[in-house]
């Protein structure tokens, strides 16, 4: 198997209380937008439209139109103005200077992404293999500078001059921008009465979506159903997929009733998918009931789901210590302050245990015994392709006594 298979997939994202992490974070997938826009150039003067540029451009496309002005919004209406109200001295000179350009930075680059936007769309859509490799250098050029700037001058004054509660500040108002405090009566707005109308259930009955972006031959798939597994996973990260990494996990306990929640995946090599959790949750003791469980990757925007099955097994403490230890500290202390599924009187008390155990724990708290991971051994992988009229393609790979795998296609 490929090297990449057996390593972790450790790369963890900062959370909003590292605000500045988290913008650091969105330079690093600018980057890798830019290093697809770059690419991209070539393969199109090469191969023309094929079905990798379409996804390629549309990767581009939802990052750049509705990611990168979140960002510009984040530096603009909260992060400099923060900074402009906090800074003195040399620090307020040099913002005095460097504000204006970064604003006229972002003007000139959205100025540069609307020629590239138009050259993108077509090629999204088949149509022309038309990209400017001067819109596209002129792009790259000018966001490579302009975040260069912004990490060597922006970025280490808000770290020297914020306090706790501002970079506490900064994270909330980042967010709310991207709607992760969402009110919860909002959330939950319909009423009894309108849950139970006959006609919002007949409307819930015409919800459907067709699907068309792909098809899944037997001849497209790889013989190893954890190499083809890698495969798509790959595809779903080029391809921007919102968290790629969350999977369902569903197990059932003694009395055989089913349970079932995100988590997210960890690691993946032939011996099987790792992820992590306190031992002493319910999933915990409902593994310890039943080994027995199912995992399932549902990949909306390439319209492909991955169900795995298979019997789960401890990972090592080496294995358990080595996550543990890359994770960030917060996390860390979360999973030694929190009985996870346990009851507790009310959120002060949580966050009451969690700064005892920050005040006791220091910078390199050691992983706890309830915490760890676990490995499904796969012994059923079936890989769910969309299809228009709900004729999707099915492949199933079933693991033979031998250890081998026995591939079928199955009935939508």
Sequence with gaps: MKAAMTAPLFDTIPGFDQPIAVLKHCHDKIRKQIATLRKLLPH???????????????????????????????????????LQATAVGDDAALLSALVPEIKSDHRQMDAAWENLKTQLE??????????????????ADAYLAHMEKEETQLAPMAKRLFSGAQMAQLGAAMQRRRGIE???????????????????????????????????????????????????????????????????????????????????????????????????????????????????????????????EGRVVKTTEAESDAYFNVRPLQSRLTAI????????????????????V????????????HWGGYRLQPERIEFWQGRRSRFHDRIVFTRQADGTWMMQRLQP
């Design 182 to 308: 969402a009110d919860a009566d909002v959330a939950g707005a319909a009423t009894p009465a309108a849950a139970t109308d006959a006609g919002a259930g007949a409307a819930l009955a015409g919800l459907r979506k067709d699907y068309s972006q792909s098809s899944l031959m037997e001849t497209d798939v790889l013989a190893d159903p954890v190499a083809q597994f890698e495969k798509w996973f790959g595809e779903a990260l080029k391809a921007q997929v919102n968290e790629p990494n969350a999977m369902t996990l569903a197990t059932v306990d003694g009395d055989g009733k089913p349970s079932a929640r995100i988590v997210l995946i960890k690691q993946f090599d032939q011996r099987g998918f790792s992820f992590f959790t306190n031992y002493g949750s319910d999933k915990g003791r409902q593994l310890a009931d039943n080994a027995q469980a199912a995992l399932l990757f549902f990949w909306p925007e390439l319209e492909r789901q991955v169900r795995i």
């Design 337 to 356: 302050a929190s009985k996870q599924s346990e009851p507790i009187a009310n959120r002060a008390e949580l966050e009451a245990n969690y700064a005892a």
């Design 44 to 82: 199109l003067a090469r191969d023309g439209v094929t079905f990798d540029a379409q996804q390629a451009a549309e990767a581009v496309l939802k990052y750049f139109n509705k990611a990168a002005h979140l960002h510009h919004a984040d530096e603009e209406e909260d992060l400099m103005p923060m």
């Design 122 to 139: 077509a090629i999204a859509a088949g149509g022309a293999a038309l990209l400017s490799a001067d819109d596209v250098a002129r792009f």
């Design 358 to 369: 920050a005040a006791a724990a220091g910078e390199q708290p050691p992983r706890p015994a």
